[in-house]
C-alpha cells in the first residue's frame, strides 16, 4: 500500500504511482459513496479523466442510491456527467477499482465484501488504515475535487469545460461557498478552474427547478423542529431521498444563535441523521458516531457529518420512538441532560 497524504509536494510522485497502478488495465471501475453528492461526482469524473489522459483506461462511474437534490440532479445532467447504477454493473468486469470521497470499510459505499480496492480518493476522517494499494487522502482539505484537480492540472491534462464547472461546483458546494472547512489548496483549486468553467451553467445548477416535494418537506421541517439552547432537532419523518436531510440541517444551522443542528429522516427501516455545527474543529464525525453508536455507519468532517441507524421491520411508531431516543443522545452526547426541547416555530 502506498499512502500520500502530503499532497502537493508529492504531486509528481503520486501521478507515477496512479500510473504504475493504472498500467496494463483497460477498464477502471470509479466508485462514488452512496447518494453521490457535488463532491464524489465531480471527483468520480475527474479521475476518469485523469485515467483516459494517463493511460488510456475507460472509466465507469457507478453509484448505489438515490440523486434526489435538485442541484446534484441539475449537475448531472448539464454537464453531461456519464453515472450509472451499481445494479447495472458487473464488478468482475473491471481491471481495476477505485473509491473517490469515500473509503473501504466505510458503510456509505456499495462494495461488496471481500472485494478489493486499487484506488483511493479521500478526504473524509478515518480511523483506521485504509485498504487500498494507491491511497491519496487528506483529511484537512474541504473537498475530494481539489486532490483531482491540483493532479489533472499537474499532468496538465486539458480540462474541459464541463468537467471545469463540475469542479469548481463540488468546491464550493462541498465548502458552503468556501467557507465551511476550505483550506487554501481549496481556494487555489477553485480559483484555478474557475476561469475555465461556463457561469450560466454554475448558474443553472445553483438555482435549479425545485420539486414540489421539496416545499412538503420543508414545511415538514418548520412545523416539526424543536430547539434546547444553542441546538436545533429537526425531524422529517419518511422523506424520498437521503440529501433533504442534509439540506434542511445546513438551513436551520443558519438560525440566529444555533451552534449545532441535527436532522434525521426516515426511509424504509433506516434513520438517516445529518448534523452539522459552525465550531470549528468540533469533530462533528465523532458526535454522530456517538449518537448512532456505530463507527462505520456514521463518520464525516469537523464541521459536518451523517449517520445511519438500521432496524428491522420498524413501523412508523418504532421510528418516533427512535426519533425521540436520538434526539435524547444528541443532546447528552454535546453534555446536556434533560433538555427542555420547544418547538422552534410558535404555532402559526
Ligand atoms: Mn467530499
Redesign the pocket.
Known sequence: MIKFSQLPNKIKTVLKALENQLQGAKTLLILLHNNP?P??IA?GFALAALADSLCGVAATIAYNGILGRAENRAMVSLLDIPLVKTSSIRYSGYDRIAMV?TQPGQGNNPLPAGMHTHIVFD??ASSANIDADLVVYNSKLG??ATLLCELLMAAKVDIKINLATAIAYAIRS?TQELRREANKRDIQAYLAVYPLCSLPKMGAITNPTLLNSYFQELAIALNRACKFRHLIFIPLGYVDAPEIIAEMSDLFLRRERTSWALAVGNIQDSMYLSLRTNKKNARAFRVIQRIVGDNENAGGHNQFAGGKIDLEKADASDMMLLEEDVRTRFAAVLGIKNANWKPLIEKL
Do not use: G, Y
Open positions: 453528492d463532491d464524489a471527483s470521497d478526504h473524509h473537498a475530494t462541498e
